[in-house]
C-alpha cells in the first residue's frame, strides 16, 4: 500500500513539510508513501497542454504517480485564506481527463499547518472541497496546526494530544484504503 503526499508549500524546511514528515512516520506497518518533489516544476494547467503530444513530461509523471497510489495526503500552508497554486495546480492536473481521471475514486485526506492560530483551517476547507470536486473519496475530517513555527522541536510535534489526533487521521485514511480495496 502507497500513499502518494502532495506538500503545498515548496519552501525548504517548511512546517507542512515537518508535518509531512511527521504523518508519514504515523503510517502504519505495510503502508510506504512516496511524496511527489516536483510541484513547483509543473505549468499551471491548461487544455492547451493536456494533450498527448505536447502534455509536459512532470504532469504525467504526477498522474502517474497518483494512478500508482492507494490514497492521496495532501499537506496545505495557508496563503491569503485559501490554498497556495502548487498545491491546487497539481489537483487540476491529477482531475483530468474527466471521466478517466487518475484521482477519482482515491481515498484522500487534508492536513495543514500555518504560522497563525487558525492552523490553515480555510485552506484544509478548500483542500477538502477541491480534492471532492476532483473526484477523491476525501475523509471530512481534517487535521491542522496553528502557531506552527513553535509546533516541532527536532522535526517532531512536541504536543503529545495533537501528535495522537495526526496519528488517528493517517490511520483513518490508512483504513479506508483498505475498505476501498476490499469493497473493489
Given at each position: 500500500?502507497?500513499?502518494?503526499?502532495?506538500?503545498?508549500?515548496?519552501?525548504?524546511?517548511?512546517?507542512?513539510?515537518?508535518?509531512?514528515?511527521?504523518?508519514?512516520?504515523?503510517?502504519?506497518?505495510g503502508v510506504d508513501a512516496t511524496v511527489f518533489?516536483?510541484?513547483?516544476?509543473?505549468?499551471?494547467?491548461?487544455?492547451?497542454?493536456?494533450?498527448?503530444?505536447?502534455?509536459?513530461?512532470?504532469?504525467?509523471?504526477?498522474?502517474?504517480?497518483?494512478?500508482?497510489?492507494?490514497?492521496?495526503?495532501?499537506?496545505?500552508?495557508?496563503?491569503?485564506?485559501?490554498?497556495?497554486?502548487?498545491?491546487?495546480?497539481?489537483v487540476d492536473w491529477a482531475s483530468r481527463p474527466?471521466?478517466?481521471?487518475?484521482?477519482?475514486?482515491?481515498?484522500?485526506?487534508?492536513?495543514?499547518?500555518?504560522?497563525?492560530?487558525?492552523?490553515?483551517?480555510?485552506?484544509?476547507?478548500?483542500?477538502?472541497?477541491?480534492?471532492?470536486?476532483?473526484?477523491?473519496?476525501?475523509?471530512?475530517?481534517?487535521?491542522?496546526?496553528?502557531?506552527?513555527?513553535?509546533?516541532?522541536?527536532?522535526g517532531r510535534l512536541t504536543d503529545a494530544a495533537?501528535?495522537?489526533?495526526?496519528?488517528?487521521?493517517?490511520?483513518?485514511?490508512?483504513?479506508?484504503?483498505?475498505?476501498?480495496?476490499?469493497?473493489?
Amino acid at each position: 500500500m502507497n500513499v502518494l503526499v502532495l506538500v503545498g508549500s515548496l519552501r525548504a524546511g517548511s512546517t507542512n513539510r515537518l508535518l509531512a514528515d511527521a504523518a508519514v512516520a504515523h503510517l502504519p506497518a505495510g503502508v510506504d508513501a512516496t511524496v511527489f518533489e516536483r510541484l513547483a516544476e509543473l505549468p499551471h494547467y491548461s487544455e492547451e497542454l493536456d494533450h498527448d503530444d505536447v502534455l509536459p513530461q512532470v504532469a504525467r509523471d504526477l498522474r502517474e504517480a497518483v494512478a500508482d497510489a492507494d490514497a492521496v495526503l495532501l499537506v496545505t500552508p495557508e496563503y491569503n485564506g485559501s490554498l497556495p497554486s502548487a498545491v491546487k495546480n497539481a489537483v487540476d492536473w491529477a482531475s483530468r481527463p474527466r471521466g478517466a481521471a487518475s484521482i477519482a475514486g482515491k481515498p484522500a485526506a487534508v492536513v495543514g499547518a500555518s504560522g497563525s492560530p487558525n492552523a490553515a483551517k480555510w485552506a484544509r476547507e478548500d483542500g477538502v472541497k477541491v480534492l471532492r470536486v476532483a473526484g477523491a473519496v476525501v475523509i471530512e475530517d481534517t487535521f491542522g496546526i496553528g502557531s506552527s513555527f513553535q509546533a516541532f522541536e527536532d522535526g517532531r510535534l512536541t504536543d503529545a494530544a495533537l501528535d495522537a489526533e495526526l496519528r488517528t487521521l493517517v490511520a483513518r485514511l490508512a483504513g479506508e484504503v483498505t475498505t476501498a480495496s476490499s469493497a473493489a
